[in-house]
């Protein structure tokens, strides 16, 4: 039997055409299609979750935690109208949730990337987006969570509006008003500053 | 400044939509594996020298070669997986080549024969078809021959041998130039360890080295 690790490794070079449902549901009994799961999947959770909380290393446990109780809760997993991406990020959600209920009361700042490829911004313009991204980041803190965890699961997760829903419990045009109103808030926020 | 509506959404998209680094992909990918294990396998019976093989393994990475690679492209590193017999070869070349000391043999171990590896919770060896990582074999021979290397510093040590504890000393201060410490199966915190190890004989100071043994250095002979 092929250990974990050795799955994870020889599924990242697999051809996986499913669809996210018809490999959600293959990965309910079958072991590789679950480590399929999990790398299609990882990125847009993680995006997520550090859009959402206040600290990079906070934001990979929760990740970590959200596709421990995922890849549980798989063999139990139905197709719904939303999808199978709402489904997963609902479970990051109320991880997220429960670790706001105890966390620390201060803010930490995202690191930028310090290992660049060479076809990345240089220096000035990592220090142009620094600014960008904590200036960004207190505008986000001030929004009602909410609204917050809309624009971390639309930008973040790429989700649509109608998966968002599914998320948050909401209609899909409740959830575009939902988004637009942040967006305009945003840009109140920056206009005030000028 | 950001003044208009797609600005600010181009703004969100640009910072929110930022990959992972490849540090935080490894760490993730590491536990999540872990956590598959948990839930999902039957984990046999572990003994006592299964525990301490477990810990070799988790520092050698041999059996996990997602977890252990640190490349940045996942998809690249099939290319550098390869199935039980060359691996066994790749063992067999390591062993003709990575030094012992004077007396010393390879012991009759399971990381030593790619047809009985046993990889961390495993119980039976691994099916044909099966895949190791190119290079695991080496760093896997280096890490058995530094155990010995150490062992045999300790004996010399305790018996007052300075001349074959002087010849232990200069192998081991050379491990940091072994692919057991270069390659990507290493990490700061096991080649912190190491150093340790290698302070303390450079030192004259026996109990690191008696720590790292007595914890990373049972492989499970028959």
Known sequence: MKSTYQLIGTAVGDACSDSDEELALRAGTDREAQAQFYLRHREAVFRYLRARCRDEDVALDLTAMSFEKALAALPRYQPGTAGVRAWLLRIARNAATDHDRRRRPFISFWPMNTDQPSDQPGPEEIAITRDEAFRLQVRLLDL??????ALALRYGADLTAGEIGTVIGKSEEATQKLI??????????YRAED | MPKTDPAIEEL?????SRPMRAAQRDALDNRVASSFLGAGEARPARTKRSRRLILLVALLAVAMPFAAAGVDDLSALLDRLVPGPEFQTELDAAMAEVPLPDGRAWPDVPSLDAANFRGPYESDPPPDGDYYQAGGGHSTVEYIAACIWFDEWLVAHDSGDAERQAAAAQTISAIPTWDLWTSPFSDKSYTDLLQRVIDGVESGDAEPLRQFAALNCDFGEE
Request: proline share 5%; glycine share 0%; charged share 45%.
């Open chain 1, 180 to 189: 637009r109103r942040a967006v305009a808030r945003l840009k109140e926020a």
């Open chain 1, 144 to 149: 009602p969570e909410i609204q917050r965890d």
């Open chain 2, 12 to 16: 969100l998209l640009r910072l929110l």
